[in-house]
């Protein structure tokens, strides 16, 4: 059975910076692929980056250059390193993994049958 734990948000200043961790019960090495979203209160949940199987990372355009991802498949781990965090990131934060292709992009949601509880991350000004 897939699980996934995040950890590591909390509560900052605007530039501040949070990494968030991801803990995998499986091998996120032979996921399809993995990500991290967000939803904002009031929001729908929105795809913060991808990293498909072949390694390719997309982001999306409101965090380029500020956000990271990386994974440590030894570790069964991914990481969202996130500095000059602003207001607008404010949101609980999600690990998602895909295990198996379905024809959807990584970037979207459709990929996606395991998710976390979420982390939340508060921005303030």
């Known amino acids: 059975q897939v699980r996934l734990v995040e950890s590591g948000g909390g509560s900052v200043q605007a530039g501040g910076s949070l990494r968030l961790s991801c803990a995998a019960t499986?091998?996120?090495?032979?996921?399809?692929?993995m990500g991290w979203f967000r939803q904002a209160p009031g929001k729908e949940r929105e795809g913060v980056v991808a990293?498909?199987?072949?390694?390719?990372?997309t982001y999306a355009d409101s965090v380029k250059g500020r956000f990271t991802t990386s994974k440590d498949n030894a570790k069964n781990m991914l990481y969202l390193q996130m500095n000059s965090l602003k207001p607008e990131d404010t949101a609980l934060y999600y690990c998602?993994?895909?295990?198996?292709?379905?024809?959807?992009?990584?970037?979207?949601?459709?990929?996606?049958?395991?998710w976390g509880q979420g982390t939340q991350v508060t921005v303030s000004s």
């Open positions: 998602a993994a895909g295990s198996k292709p379905n024809g959807y992009p990584c970037r979207g949601i459709g990929p996606y049958q395991h």
């Open positions: 990293v498909d199987s072949d390694g390719i990372v």
């Open positions: 499986v091998s996120v090495a032979s996921m399809y692929c």
